[in-house]
């Protein structure tokens, strides 16, 4: 039944994933906001194609043409850099999950656009969330930031199978909650492995969203259309 976890008070608001003691204000002047914008943007190239453990501040530095003066006006070290090119990237990282299902939607189109959302968002941002889960391995603090913002979600997820449990439109025998982990589970792991470790490409969007939303949609017993 659904999982008492799912009730709509219940605050699912995902947290950054860059620790808050890592941010600094804005600068306040055009010229500022200009450069540490090219220093994420640098950060983020070279994280990218380098790797947190092997890039350097003088790797980022020298792709953003500026001084290491300039470097440590703005940002103090390579963990700081990291949290602001997560700050920024975050809100594209990561889709929010699956919506309420109002009454006159179809709840599996609404399942396949959100499928649909947050695979493309991963596919955009594949070597960024490749790089989170080689600092998540290694840094508590941005490990633990990962885990709650993934945990919002699942309970997003887990609102709207209760919902639809409720409607009667989704198997009533299964914990909206565990439900909602496991199937989660499911897609970021396909993601993660179809995106990142095997960077495959000979399964095209269309059929990826299509088995992502039919397992889904099955494990539920959501109606199809």
Not at 26 to 38: A, K
Request: proline letters at 4%; a negative charge.
């Amino acid at each position: 039944m659904p999982s008492s976890d799912t009730d709509d008070t219940f605050d699912d608001s995902p947290p950054s994933m860059a620790p808050s003691s890592l941010l600094r204000e804005l600068p306040v002047t055009e010229r500022g906001l200009r450069t540490r914008s090219s220093l994420i943007a640098a950060a983020r190239t070279v994280f990218e194609s380098t790797g947190y453990l092997d890039t350097r501040l003088v790797d980022i530095t020298k792709h953003a043409k500026c001084s290491a003066g300039t470097f440590y006006t703005y940002f103090s070290s390579k963990e700081e850099i990291f949290a602001a090119v997560l700050e920024l990237a975050q809100e594209d990282m990561l889709h929010p999950g699956m919506p309420r299902v109002a009454d006159e939607d179809d709840p599996a189109a609404v399942v396949e656009a959100s499928n649909r959302a947050y695979l493309e968002a991963y596919r955009r941002n594949a070597k960024l969330m490749g790089l989170l889960e080689q600092v998540s391995h290694i840094d508590p603090v941005f490990r633990e930031l990962r885990q709650k913002r993934g945990d919002a979600f699942i309970r997003r997820n887990a609102r709207s199978i209760a919902h639809l449990q409720g409607r009667g439109l989704a198997d009533r025998e299964v914990d909206a909650l565990l439900a909602s982990r496991a199937l989660s589970g499911m897609i970021s792991r396909l993601a993660f492995s179809h995106f990142v470790v095997n960077e495959d490409e000979s399964v095209d969007m269309d059929e990826l969203v299509y088995t992502a939303t039919r397992l889904w949609v099955n494990a539920l017993r959501i109606p199809q259309a």
